[in-house]
């Protein structure tokens, strides 16, 4: 089956020997691109949020990776100074952004990959190719890379044709902040859920937060749900409860950074409050989120780090000043909702429910890219 | 005793035969007054938030039909037509912000003293002023509304010094949108709460929510905390639950636009999250309102008109464009606080508890300013 030509550009890809990015900090104003060419202007590109969203932070850090490898082959490393260069970039990467997990999912894979290649192996050591030259250090991270981008787009697929059935017909659907097509390679989490349900004829209906401080929500969801022809409309924060108080929200369905062993889910900040709501009014609140962000590592939302950013994203926006110069102020990025609030966690390969402890393990599991590695 | 200067002038006074308002608009970048000579510039002034906040709206009202009476006799009207223009003023004025019952309690205030006045009589009846010339229908309405404005600082004071002792030593306190000096006359409601415990040694900690859309906190509250020193920390509206979950909340304190007969609060949108968040949390909820916000009339929340805005306060900011141009938007002004999330609601009259219906109607009743009007 072809798909039809997507309206919303890979977020991110590898092109032309860099690393080229939707810059979502000109979004919605202009759709522009950024090639990284260096580990270092990805790590800012990152940090000044050109490129966010777990998904997308997961390709990042494994095509940042992949980066460093080609630019210690062009400047004539061997095979283990590059797996060496490898492993520096995967470090620079992953301590960008500290609680979406799929950063240092991402490039830790292609580190593997690098370091085995390295080691004059992986599967290359059944042919000709087993001298472990850097070159083919290089190539090999390069296509761990590309392969990751590949199976974001397909598990986000995979994840929304599971999630849409969630959605009843004609929903009013709440959404925070952005895990649509501009958070992955593409296609979404929460909002490919909303998307195979409008693809479906479901015909869903969009609040979208507008997710302040960093306004991701009226930027960026407000902006692929437009191109996608899908009913939006936009509110502040601030409104949540009314609307759930008024009975026109069906369904909550948020992304997530980290989902944690027992089910405990860190996302943008604002989702723990939605979370509190939607129980208190009796709507479903869902999570999306491919296996890649399921952490069975860290066993609960305490073990999570929460990511402090800027008091400057609170005090400001777009160069308006909002508040007194010198005020002091709080910027937590990210909060923890409690499993018990989490209705049912959405992955590529089906639905989880609580008990989430085992329903999580039993698909991360399950899942062919969380399998160890070959390893000659 | 008499008061040291207060930090923040007045929100609203009669000047040069004009009401004279701080420009809320301009906040905090620059302390402008605007002067409204006619009734029209006031209905503009309040339509375009320039002046804000429920027990403001009253002064404003009341100030705004003394502001018609004497334009009516500079331009030679009668005693009938001076109470005439009064009738006229006052509804437009109501008009211009449904959910706030301060502005229309204000404004029939002072409508009902010009109108007696102009039926020869109030207490003047008794002297030889009887006579209902215009002249003294227009002095009658301004003495009337400097008399509402006067007692409003006078009220806050006494509503602060009762709410500052449900505020614990050292408390952190979260507030949203504002309640200050700024949405009153002076002094404050939920401000003045925590203005009197801060005058009282307690040494509060504020959490300002910078209240999306109009960014009331970010621009007014955090401005007048500045001004009076006392310790502020804003933060987006999405970091309520997250401050309550981390136990940096002790108490939450807002004020009100209407409330109900039966303890149901309209507040600014974003309260009723607040308080569902504080319930969840153990934390107390206290509304912070003079009696001439409670309004016996509106039997529940159900009955109180909530404003909606226009979509562009949610689609930009200061200027900055935010969502993509066209996106749909809601926004809704207010929202409503059920009683039973309500822990207390504190007037200048005391502190009321549930069950909300007696307990309001008896301060209410013993209100000196809610008394009916003497008639000659």
Chains 1, 2 share one sequence.
Not at 132 to 147: F, I, M, P, S, T
Not at 261 to 267: H, K
Request: with cysteine; hydrophobic share 50%; aromatic share 4%.
């Amino acid at each position: 089956v072809t798909q039809p030509p997507d309206p919303i550009p890979r977020t991110v890809e590898w092109a032309d020997g860099a690393v080229r990015l939707i810059d979502q900090r000109l979004l919605p104003g202009e759709l522009c691109f950024v090639d990284c060419r260096t580990v270092d202007e990805l790590c800012q590109a990152i940090s000044s949020l050109a490129i966010r969203g777990a998904p997308a932070l997961g390709a990042a850090g494994g095509y940042g990776v992949a980066l460093a490898c080609s630019g210690a082959v062009a400047g004539g490393a061997s095979a283990p100074a590059v797996a060496q260069a490898a492993a520096g970039a995967a470090a620079r990467l992953i301590a960008t952004r500290p609680t979406a997990v799929n950063l240092a999912w991402g490039a830790r894979r292609v580190l593997a990959v690098a370091e085995i290649a390295a080691r004059g192996g992986l599967d290359l050591s059944a042919g000709g190719d087993a001298s472990g030259d850097a070159e083919a250090v290089a190539r090999a991270a390069l296509d761990e890379a590309e392969e990751l981008a590949a199976q974001d787009v397909a598990d986000n697929r995979a994840l929304g044709h599971h999630g849409a059935a969630l959605v009843p017909e004609g929903a009013q659907v709440l959404t925070h902040c952005n895990a649509g097509a501009l958070a992955c390679v593409g296609y979404g989490t929460a909002l490919g859920v909303i998307r195979a349900a409008a693809e479906a004829g479901k015909r869903p209906r969009v609040w979208v937060d507008e997710t302040r401080p960093v306004l991701q929500g009226a930027r960026l969801t407000a902006w692929e749900l437009d191109r996608l022809g899908i009913d939006a409309t936009l509110v502040a924060d601030v409104m949540a409860g009314s609307l759930m108080a008024s009975g026109d929200v069906d369904v909550v369905v948020v992304g997530a950074d980290r989902v944690a062993a027992n089910g405990d889910v860190a996302n943008k900040i604002g989702t723990y409050s939605l979370a509190v709501l939607a129980a208190h009014h009796g709507v479903p609140f869902y999570v999306a989120a491919p296996t890649s962000t399921i952490d069975l590592a860290t066993p609960d939302g305490a073990a999570i780090p929460v990511e402090e950013r800027s008091p400057d994203e609170v005090r400001r926006v777009g160069g308006a000043r909002l508040a007194p110069d010198g005020v002091a102020a709080l910027n937590r990025a990210f909060d923890v909702t409690p499993a018990a609030l989490v209705t049912a966690i959405v992955t590529e390969l089906g639905v989880a429910h609580p008990p989430y402890d085992k329903s999580l393990r039993r698909l991360v599991e399950a899942a062919p890219h969380r399998r160890p590695l070959r390893t000659p």
